[in-house]
């Protein structure tokens, strides 16, 4: 079974940039798509972006304009770079393998994720 880690989180401020990172344990070929999730505090944990092999993206309208979704086959990772973020941003979040870049249902088990925290 393919593993997914995080990193990359920390705090910053309101207006800040973030480019968070998930490495997969294999090949990205191997994994049809590739999500970024985020659960705030009291919230339901809610997909924020996804990539799949042919290229197709989803995100959030929360984010759109300002997140983006990138993948690097040569190094197995999955990149979510984050600009004007804003305390609302602030979450764990984690990655997973939705089953397309729209679903809510996913395909392998959740990490720890990493915390981001948007605050002065």
């Known amino acids: 079974q393919v593993r997914l880690v995080e990193s990359g989180g920390g705090l910053v401020q309101p207006g800040g940039s973030l480019r968070l990172s998930c490495a997969a344990s294999?090949?990205?070929?191997?994994?049809?798509?590739v999500g970024w999730y985020r659960q705030a505090p009291g919230k339901v944990r809610e997909l924020v972006a996804a990539?799949?092999?042919?290229?197709?993206?989803n995100y959030a309208d929360s984010v759109k304009g300002r997140f983006t979704i990138s993948r690097d086959n040569t190094k197995n990772t999955v990149y979510l770079e984050m600009n004007s973020l804003k305390p609302e941003d602030t979450a764990v979040y984690l990655c997973n393998r939705p089953w397309d870049v729209y679903s809510d249902y996913v395909s392998g088990p959740w990490g720890q994720g990493t915390q981001v925290t948007v605050s002065v």
């Open positions: 990539i799949d092999n042919d290229g197709r993206i």
């Open positions: 294999r090949s990205l070929f191997s994994i049809n798509a």
